[in-house]
T-cell receptor
Framework: GAVVSQHPSRVICKSGTSVKIECRSLDFQATTMFWYRQFPKKSLMLMATSNEGSKATYEQGVEKDKFLINHASLTLSTLTVTSAHPEDSSFYIC???????????FGSGTRLTVV | GENVEQHPSTLSVQEGDSAVIKCTYSDSASNYFPWYKQELGKGPQLIIDIRSNVGEKKDQRIAVTLNKTAKHFSLHITETQPEDSAVYFCAAYGGYQKVTFGTGTKLQVIP
């Protein structure tokens, strides 16, 4: 079945630094990848949609300069949280679709803590 | 846009009993309805799905029903086990891969 690998699973960083999260589709080519943010006890909030080789489409209210998304290949998308602040602390999840995978396959998530 | 409502937000059942979670959607163009299970600190995992041309689908202890006319779909878990305890999300897919998630149901199975 479709597998999406997300790294790191946990990261702690200092305020003002940048953090990169990777999302890889292991056994299929992901034409589209999605990045979500999830607050405690809440549903998934779509941040942006990225298609391989093109600029990401951000949802309303999401700062594109703060959350940089790159989808350089059909198997890799990255989310970089720039100049992180404590309020950026959250659970970030990627998902991917493509090939025979009709729906979404989710990564295992990244717990970001900014101190 | 699509609006997905999910109920209940929390559900406690005794081990062995059944659990039912219901979702309603607003966009009649939505055509694919997956259910995800999310354990603490992990990403959601697809557990069952149904397309709009099917009314019911079953996979062992898990079943999903869809009523297109009423625009609602439900997840049924029979013979619940402690390992079924998790947060469950429904979702509705419309055009252009646009997906809307429900608000989640925290299921607790009491041994």
């Amino acid at each position: 079945g479709a597998v999406v690998s997300q790294h790191p699973s946990r990261v702690i960083c200092k305020s003002g630094t940048s953090v990169k999260i990777e999302c890889r589709s292991l056994d299929f080519q992901a034409t589209t990848m999605f990045w979500y943010r999830q607050f405690p006890k809440k549903s998934l909030m779509l941040m942006a949609t990225s298609n391989e080789g093109s600029k990401a489409t951000y949802e309303q209210g999401v700062e594109k300069d703060k959350f940089l998304i790159n989808h350089a290949s059909l198997t890799l998308s990255t989310l970089t949280v720039t100049s992180a602040h404590p309020e950026d602390s959250s659970f970030y999840i990627c998902s991917a679709s493509g090939g025979d995978n009709y729906g979404y396959t989710f990564g295992s998530g990244t717990r970001l803590t900014v101190v | 846009g699509e609006n997905v409502e999910q109920h209940p937000s929390t559900l406690s059942v005794q081990e062995g009993d059944s659990a039912v979670i219901k979702c309603t959607y607003s966009d009649s163009a939505s055509n694919y309805f997956p259910w995800y299970k999310q354990e603490l600190g992990k990403g959601p995992q697809l557990i069952i799905d149904i397309r709009s041309n099917v009314g019911e689908k079953k996979d062992q202890r898990i079943a999903v029903t869809l009523n297109k006319t009423a625009k609602h779909f439900s997840l049924h878990i029979t013979e619940t086990q402690p390992e079924d305890s998790a947060v469950y999300f429904c979702a509705a897919y419309g055009g252009y891969q646009k997906v809307t998630f429900g608000t989640g149901t925290k299921l607790q199975v009491i041994p």
